[in-house]
């Protein structure tokens, strides 16, 4: 169901609809509009007599306004709202009929409309027995709702905003307080916010806790000391950890003073995870950051809690932040040939996360590991060390397939280890085959005339213009429309997949996620079949396009980027 509408008879109108096309696209065409269904949902025989709203008396629209009917009651508070711009005598009006007794049994109902209408006309009735202090939920959050919307708020009604935080029992009308705090200026938000974050109550709701972060989001940026307090102190859940990643967010060295003084203030392990793993996320992407004032402290302290997880994210931080302590410490692990293995992994992460200066020699070692060979295979490509190239070559040989991928792509990354590996390439030290189309091209965008010459020399150059390949698609087309001499094999075709396309392509949640996913591709169509086998390149979307990188450090690489932003890519 897309959309529910009433009617004038007090039935409800609904359409669906339903496209068996798997994927959007841009043929207006291409859409099955045979589908489509409008249901009428009506209690009994409705029938509507026909009505002109604008020759009704006020009178009657008041009365309609805040009667049962939503469609005549929407229609009736419209054109009350037109008639006020020219009779100011309506506010009064209106105001005057306010519902004191239960009709039908849906006074609440009726109480809300009437509300609905007095906002409409552009007034907020000062009687809280009528908004605030009424004694029905939707009631209040409607009286919250339009205190906030649109107006500058009084410091007497910020006084009834706060009070309802603290004492109103239903979970709606906090809801609603914390979406209206949204509305505040920054300065008026910090009472409001303070007494929905003690609402205890509101820990395991589905909204409440996020629309108060929404609401204290900017407080952080506007005084990260006081915003954290706030939080160390919230019965709400995520508030803490938002808070710190979000005064992280802010990169200066008084953010980070204030975060690490938090650290300083709290006893709790849930409350120290939240504001390490919110200054993690912070910081994710950043290889450094300037220690602040009182961290070694900090570190000196958490690193011998009990709790693992703390000791891990305080480790991963002070890395971040250069400490010697941490360097050391995290070496000594990777080197460990004792520890376990996933131990040994953590450590080889965190070590080339920070871009540790001391790790080249420590990864030249690691290519005589079994458990670590890989990781040290790619790890080398970061570091510009004139030694890799003859540690890899020498080898070489020895390497498994992922292993050798690996080397190749190392040796790839620069021209200076591109020229040895294409040497050995041409002795035949290294099979021609492994030179892949994709391998080729990474070279070639190294921009080097030697490395050009090699290629040219142990691979050949290759290129089809646009033209070949619409003759390729077509002949194709030809030899699939006459048929061959054995039927199709499925199972051949799903092992071709998994050797050659699987390796980028995921097809019902296997393979690999470099490119796009082909579950709910178009593979009924031929023409788009064959296109995309062919000519792969003709329409990539942009989160798949490939990417030429040059880095600081002499590197080239292509790659697919994930994320940017000020201080990180993340490519993959």
Request: include cysteine; charge should be neutral; hydrophobic fraction near 40%.
């Amino acid at each position: 169901v897309l959309n529910l509408r009433s009617g004038p008879d007090g039935s409800v109108f609904l359409i669906d609809w339903y496209d068996k096309n798997e994927c959007h696209h841009n043929d207006p065409n291409g859409h099955d509009r045979a589908n489509g269904r409008i249901f009428r949902i009506s209690y009994g025989d409705a029938k509507a007599l026909p009505v002109d709203f604008s020759k009704r008396s006020t009178e009657d629209l008041i009365r309609m306004a805040i009667n049962r009917n939503d469609w005549s009651g929407r229609h009736s508070r419209r054109i009350l709202q037109e008639r006020v711009q020219s009779d100011s005598n309506i506010l009064k009006m209106v105001a005057e009929k306010f519902p004191e007794q239960p009709k039908d049994g849906d006074v609440e109902l009726r109480q809300m409309r009437w509300l609905w209408t007095m906002h409409n006309i552009g007034f907020i009735p000062a009687d809280k027995s009528q908004t605030t202090a009424n004694p029905h939920e939707m009631v209040r959050a409607f009286a919250v709702q339009f205190m906030t919307e649109g107006r500058i708020v009084s410091p007497d009604e910020l006084d009834e905003l706060v009070r309802l935080a603290q004492e109103d029992k239903s979970a709606v009308v906090r809801l609603y307080l914390a979406a209206a705090a949204q509305r505040l200026q920054a300065d008026y938000r910090w009472k409001l916010v303070e007494a929905l974050a003690q609402r205890g109550e509101d820990a395991n709701d589905h909204n409440i806790p996020l629309m108060v972060w929404y609401a204290a989001e900017p407080l952080a940026a506007t005084s990260p000391e006081r915003a954290l307090k706030l939080a160390e102190n919230s019965k709400l859940p995520k508030l803490l950890n938002f808070t710190a990643r979000r005064v992280g967010a802010l990169n200066t060295a008084d953010a980070f003073a204030a975060i690490t003084r938090s650290l300083g203030r709290l006893s709790d392990d849930a409350q120290r995870l939240d504001v390490l793993n919110g200054l993690g996320t912070a910081l994710q992407g950043q290889r450094k950051a300037a220690m602040p004032p009182g961290w070694e402290a900090v570190e000196a302290k958490l690193s011998t809690s009990a709790n693992p997880t703390i000791r891990a994210v305080v480790q991963s931080l002070s890395l971040t932040f250069g400490s010697t302590r941490a360097l050391d410490s995290l070496r000594a692990t990777l080197m460990d040939k004792s520890a376990d293995a996933a131990t040994r992994k953590t450590a080889f992460d965190s070590l080339m996360a920070a871009k540790d200066a001391g790790l080249p020699p420590l990864l030249l070692q690691l290519l005589a590991d079994a458990e670590l060979r890989g990781a040290a295979l790619r790890g080398l490509a970061l570091y510009d060390d004139a030694k890799t190239p003859e540690a890899i070559l020498g080898i070489y040989s020895s390497l498994n397939d992922p292993q050798k991928r690996d080397a190749r792509n190392t040796l790839a990354s620069r021209a200076a280890w591109a020229v040895p590996m294409l040497k050995a390439v041409d002795e035949g030290k290294i099979p021609k085959g492994e030179l892949t189309a994709d391998l080729v091209a990474q070279l070639r965008n190294l921009n080097n005339p030697d490395v050009d010459a090699l290629i040219t020399k142990v691979w050949g150059v290759a290129r089809n213009s646009t033209g070949d390949k619409l003759k390729e698609i077509e002949k194709y087309r030809q030899v699939f429309r006459a048929g061959g001499s054995q039927p199709g094999d499925a199972m051949r075709g799903r092992l071709i997949f998994a050797k050659v396309c699987a390796q980028c392509h995921t097809l019902f949640g296997s393979g690999g996620h470099v490119g796009p996913d082909l579950t709910g591709s178009n593979r009924g169509d031929l023409d788009y079949i064959l296109q995309n086998i062919v000519d792969p390149n003709a329409v990539i979307p942009n989160d798949y396009r490939a990417w030429n990188i040059e880095t600081k450090d002499n590197r080239s690489l292509t790659a697919l980027i994930k994320e940017q932003n000020d201080r990180a890519v993340t490519v993959v």
